[in-house]
């Protein structure tokens, strides 16, 4: 089970951080994502990370000011957004995947938790 926290509302040029909690299985066997989806559009993949919190990927739109990190000890995994801006207002989703060592890009997940709601005003 995955279980996203964090979200709220914030000014521009604001940051929120976000966390999920993962459960049910070895955590650090999992690749895990966030992904993001607006009102009216599509889901959108955000970032990732690999197994081993060495390895990351992210979207054009949120390189640079957005950080992706895990706690294997904890089952956590968290998503730092820095510079908010009104465009990056969603339901912001964890997911994971089992890690099989491919690449991190891959917006191929097969577990998905609730979003969690953000907000940014100009």
């Known amino acids: 089970q995955l279980q996203a926290s964090g979200g709220g509302l914030v000014q521009a040029g604001g940051s929120l951080r976000l966390s999920c909690a993962a459960s049910?299985?070895?955590?650090?066997?999992?690749?895990m994502g966030w992904f993001r989806q607006a009102p009216g559009k599509e889901r959108e993949f955000v970032a990732a990370?690999?197994?081993?919190?060495?390895?990351?990927y992210y979207a054009d739109a949120v390189k640079g000011r957005f950080t992706i990190s895990r706690d294997n000890a904890k089952n956590t995994v968290d998503l730092q957004m820095n510079s908010l801006n009104p465009e990056d207002t969603a339901v912001y989703s964890c997911?994971?995947?089992?890690?099989?060592?491919?690449?991190?890009?891959?917006?191929?997940?097969?577990?998905w938790g609730p979003g969690t709601q953000v907000t940014v005003s100009s």
């Open positions: 997911a994971a995947r089992w890690d099989d060592n491919t690449w991190v890009g891959s917006q191929k997940y097969d577990y």
């Open positions: 049910g299985d070895t955590f650090s066997n999992y690749r």
């Open positions: 990370i690999n197994w081993r919190g060495i390895i990351t």
